[in-house]
């Protein structure tokens, strides 16, 4: 890191909790001092990992140390006051995060894609976006889709909401359960899909989280992504405003979206992360069988190979098209789809297998309660629960390829 990148990293860490202008000093970095401050941020999570992990408790430190270096705001467009970054570096930022805490960086990577995807779309009523953002700005402010019930599964299955919204006057009063909530005991704004009484229609609703009626079931008991904190988010008789109906949900008609580029984006750092514990452990462990290290070996040197073959190919994969949605025209974005999801099923599975391969290289201290690589093996194995599905993507995949013949 140059001197001038370092002293800039200081400046900030001093300016301390003065929010406005320690945002803006962050956001005068350049692109490589953006990216070490989130490196030099992201550093100190790796120390809890484990012990969240174990414990099943969230992180709230990682997302005040995030908060403190602006980076809640940095994917909110610049005409919005946001820093603007591109979807390309959204996603480095994200797989930096990720290898030292996959769960803090797929948490934040539901915020970052929403909000900077909402602000390029304009989706909603300009005057709600502003609000919503310069919530985000200056305090902080957290955004996340809440849309998975019980009864429905996957909101991109189609299934229709039992979250029902009823219209009261001029307000809408809501009722229901959503599940995988994750940032839930952090969020600040969620944005909850419910189906529109006495009509076929589904409406997503922005509510803020500190309205009469919210709360939180601590209900999130999975072995992966512990410290994600995907309670359960249960809505009884809440009162929004009708202003907070930001959206309807057509079936069959979502638009591609780039932003989604964050959850393979999360897999490839875990994978890189479980790269460096095996290559670490290669390169220190001398059995008294051989002389030097067991990376000397051809059968852990195959392996290695293997394991950095496989991240090649999925980073440049991630990158190539998080580039050409960057470039490409609002057009040429909505044919993109079937690539987009072809990006994560690629990715997250070269990331099972480059995890499954460091352990290997490791043997079964890989196992122990104290390696990384067991966490490392749970939290990556998420990904393949998370959306597009792989047989999604395969069928999209397969439908394009018979549309490009029949062109």
């Given at each position: 890191m140059c001197t001038g990148r370092r002293s800039a990293i200081i400046h900030i860490h001093k300016i301390g909790f003065r929010r406005r202008i320690y945002l803006a000093t962050l956001q005068s970095l350049d692109r490589e001092a953006r990216l070490d401050l989130t490196r030099e941020t992201a550093r100190q999570f790796k120390e809890t990992s484990k012990q969240h992990d174990r414990e099943g408790t969230f992180p709230f430190e990682n997302f005040e140390a995030l908060k403190q270096i602006g980076y809640p705001q940095l994917s909110i467009p610049k005409n919005y006051g946001g820093g603007g970054i591109s979807l390309e570096e959204l996603m480095r930022h994200q797989q930096i995060i990720a290898e030292f805490d996959g769960a803090t960086a797929l948490s934040i990577g539901w915020h970052m894609g929403i909000i900077m995807d909402t602000g390029e779309k304009k989706a909603w009523d300009e005057n709600k976006y502003k609000e919503i953002v310069e919530d985000v700005i200056y305090n902080g402010a957290l955004v996340n889709n809440i849309a998975t019930e019980p009864a429905t599964g996957s909101p991109t299955r189609g299934g229709r909401p039992e979250t029902v919204a009823r219209k009261s006057g001029d307000s809408w009063i809501l009722n229901g359960r959503k599940t995988f909530?994750?940032?839930?005991?952090?969020?600040?704004?969620?944005?909850?899909?419910?189906?529109?009484?006495?009509?076929?229609?589904?409406?997503?609703?922005?509510?803020?989280?500190?309205?009469?009626?919210?709360?939180?079931?601590?209900?999130?008991?999975?072995?992966?992504?512990?410290?994600?904190?995907?309670?359960?988010?249960?809505?009884?008789?809440?009162?929004?405003?009708?202003?907070?109906?930001?959206?309807?949900?057509?079936?069959?008609?979502?638009a591609p979206s780039g932003w989604l580029l964050h959850i393979p984006a999360c897999y490839i750092g875990i994978a890189r992360a479980a790269q460096k514990s095996a290559v670490t452990f290669a390169t220190e462990y001398s059995p008294n069988s051989i002389d030097g290290t067991i990376s000397e070996l051809p059968n852990v040197q195959e392996k290695l190979g293997r394991i950095e073959l496989l991240l090649l190919e999925a980073e440049h994969f991630l990158y190539s098209v998080a580039r050409q949605w960057d470039e490409s025209s609002t057009e040429n974005r909505a044919q993109m789809g079937p690539v987009l999801g072809a990006v994560k099923t690629s990715a997250v599975n070269k990331a099972v297998e480059t995890v499954d391969l460091a352990m290997r290289v490791v043997g079964a201290k890989s196992l122990s309660e104290n390696s990384n690589l067991q966490l490392y093996y749970r939290n990556v194995r998420a990904g393949l629960h998370n959306p597009p599905m792989d047989d999604m993507v395969l069928i999209s995949l397969a439908k394009a390829s018979i549309n490009k013949m029949d062109a």
């Open positions: 909530a994750t940032l839930a005991p952090v969020l600040k704004y969620a944005i909850v899909s419910a189906s529109i009484e006495g009509s076929n229609d589904v409406g997503n609703f922005v509510v803020d989280t500190a309205r009469d009626g919210v709360s939180v079931d601590e209900t999130w008991d999975a072995i992966a992504m512990r410290a994600t904190g995907s309670h359960d988010f249960v809505m009884d008789n809440v009162q929004v405003d009708a202003g907070d109906l930001v959206s309807y949900r057509t079936p069959g008609q979502k």
